[in-house]
């Protein structure tokens, strides 16, 4: 079936036997175009099936109510909740949204930025993929001068407004109610360290065994275990030890603590009996594991409003001063019944 011609200005103008540009005007609201022309150029354009070309139009404004957001991976819940969290505010004030997914991959990300400069987006919301290297395609933003707002996975040197959780005290947290529990050797999954939050992680790991006098031990600290399967391989290595650990803290995601209660399952372990077992970011699915399993929330609706609120309050603000801000947001660890040893009841931490 062949595709209809799309109406333009230029077809009503035709019709009505007008010039161009005063067709443009009357569908532009412009005042020097009188009220039965505006009317009849109106009704000729509803009669055409006219539809208004909105980049067209926004590029000779010089502005395009379109903010793009670009996510390692839509698929996951934490991602797909901080863009629901920016829709839920951009949409009531009249914006759309282009989503791009870099699939975790650095040189995709560099084209989604481009994709997105070339449509000229008036901002730009970015959490890197994990082999983000190089920030030259972030800088190519700012020169166009479009506004950055990093998320979550950031380059902690660029100055640009950034929205973060505090992963360290998320934790400290995390492997403080461990040792509460009675865990002594506790394993930490960690993800790519050239990642912010990742290496924030491991630091609040690090902190809580110093605080509490336990011994970091290298053997119970897998690096780049931040899959389901990269997950599930390093808990088969950290069991097989001699002394293997008896909690795994799996500060990537909830899908490495998915394969740690995996492979625990098919070793016939109890947990949290014999082994506690910890996730981050909250999955829809660590509610209904058996058992279900112990996470960090990090509040990535919230995040999404207030990235979006970011934009609108402190970026197109009329008395902005451009300073780029920081915004940090508590997570909350949702303690489950698979690191809870001593304690038969669900609990959960402020």
Not at 44 to 65: F, I, P
Not at 174 to 194: C, S
Not at 325 to 335: D, E, F, G, W
Request: charged share 25%; with cysteine; proline share 4%.
């Amino acid at each position: 079936m062949k595709n209809q011609k799309r109406t333009t200005i230029y077809d009503i103008a035709k019709k009505l036997n007008l010039n161009a540009s005063s067709v443009s005007r009357a569908l532009s609201n412009n005042s020097n175009v009188s009220e039965a022309t505006r009317k009849l150029i109106l009704d000729t354009a509803k009669e055409l099936n006219y539809k208004q070309n909105s980049l067209a139009s926004n590029l000779r404004k010089g502005h395009n109510q379109t903010i793009g957001v670009i996510v390692p991976r839509i698929n996951q819940n934490y991602f797909a909740d901080v863009i629901a969290g920016i829709e839920e505010v951009t949409y009531q004030k009249g914006y759309n949204l282009v989503i791009c997914q870099s699939n975790e991959s650095s040189s995709r990300e560099v084209k989604c930025v481009d994709t997105l400069i070339n449509q000229h987006v008036s901002c730009i919301v970015i959490s890197l993929s994990a082999d983000f290297e190089d920030d030259k395609h972030l800088q190519t933003i700012r020169e166009h001068g479009i506004p950055l707002i990093q998320f979550d996975r950031v380059a902690e040197h660029l100055d640009t407004f950034k929205v973060l959780n505090d992963n360290e005290q998320a934790s400290i947290d995390a492997v403080t109610h461990l040792i509460e529990q009675g865990y002594k050797r506790i394993a930490l999954l960690e993800g790519p360290q050239n990642l912010n939050i990742f290496r924030q992680r491991k630091a609040g790991y690090l902190a809580a065994l110093e605080k509490h006098n336990f011994p970091i031990l290298p053997e119970l600290i897998k690096e780049n275990a931040w899959t389901k399967e990269l997950g599930a391989a390093s808990t088969k290595e950290l069991l097989s030890l001699p002394e293997p650990p008896d909690a795994i803290f799996a500060s990537t995601s909830d899908f490495s603590a998915l394969g740690v209660l995996e492979v625990a399952t098919k070793m016939g372990l109890k947990v949290p009996e014999e082994l506690g077992i910890c996730g981050y970011s909250n999955e829809a699915f660590t509610e209904i594991t058996s058992p279900s399993i112990t996470t960090i929330d990090q509040y990535s609706v919230s995040m999404g409003k207030t990235i979006a609120n970011l934009y609108f309050q402190e970026i197109e603000s009329s008395d902005k001063d451009n300073t780029p801000k920081i915004v940090s947001i508590k997570p909350k660890l949702i303690i489950r019944s698979s690191t809870l040893k001593n304690n038969p009841e669900d609990l959960t931490t402020d």
